[in-house]
């Protein structure tokens, strides 16, 4: 299995930020398989943002208020992230990944930087 994101590097503050992460070698709908989108901050450790389910059902974490929505197209093989209301604190290396279960993930993208900035 291997896992690609993508997106913009750079956005100003207050912009949505949208990321896609494609999968290949595995299915994003195969059961019981979640997959799940973490940032790093420069300098400090991992975020857990939210996931999406193989069936579709989503979760965020609550400390990004609202902001983090993740979306699918099973036609593609692919899941989205989108950030609104982006502010320099946003700035992060973000990473899709596969879980194994809470906390437990086998497979990672290589990591996509997003700065933002005015």
């Known amino acids: 299995v291997q896992l690609q994101e993508w997106g913009p590097g750079l956005l100003k503050p207050s912009q949505t930020l949208s990321l896609t992460c494609a999968v290949y070698g595995g299915s994003i709908t195969t059961s019981y398989y979640y997959w799940s989108w973490i940032r790093q901050p420069p300098g400090k450790g991992l975020e857990w943002m939210g996931v999406i389910g193989y069936e579709g059902s989503t979760r965020y974490t609550p400390s990004l208020n609202g902001r983090t929505s993740i979306s699918r197209d099973t036609s593609k093989n692919q899941f989205t992230l989108q950030l609104s209301a982006v502010t320099p604190e946003d700035t992060s290396v973000y990473y899709c990944?596969?879980?194994?279960?809470?906390?437990?993930?086998?497979?990672w993208g290589q990591g996509t930087q997003v700065t933002v900035s005015s």
């Open positions: 990944a596969r879980n194994t279960g809470p906390w437990e993930y086998d497979y």
